[in-house]
């Protein structure tokens, strides 16, 4: 994993987090065609993650191969007397390019996990 570098997502990756997004539907798709996937049109897809990483509560990681966005992982911290402290990776929280190593998700988790724990 020396290749990768890992930092906070922000509003300036929706463009290529939604192409891994789409990437990601279309595959799953392919595989349980009995899915009804809602956010196979781009601009819901860009709308889904625009208004996950506004929600205040959303932490995420992107993890980039030579420069270009190539997976990411954003949970919302929810903190409640039922649930306790924990976050919360939605469908839309997670991609990760096609052509990469599974484990990606992994190290993306490893990553994650230390500002999620610093918000609680």
Request: charged share 20%; hydrophobic share 40%.
């Amino acid at each position: 994993m020396t290749d990768y570098q890992f930092r906070a997502i922000t509003g300036q990756d929706i463009p290529s987090m939604t192409r891994l997004l789409m990437a990601r539907q279309e595959r799953e798709s392919q595989l349980f065609p009995f899915l009804k996937n809602s956010f196979l049109q781009t601009g819901r897809t860009r709308e889904q993650l625009q208004n996950l990483l506004a929600s205040g509560n959303a932490l995420g990681m992107g993890v980039f191969f030579h420069g270009q966005l190539v997976g990411y992982l954003v949970g919302t911290i929810r903190i409640d007397t039922r649930t306790g402290r924990c976050v919360v990776v939605p469908y839309e929280g997670a991609a990760i390019a096609e052509d990469q190593p599974a484990e990606l998700i992994r190290h993306l988790y490893a990553e994650a996990s230390v500002p999620w724990l610093d918000h609680g």
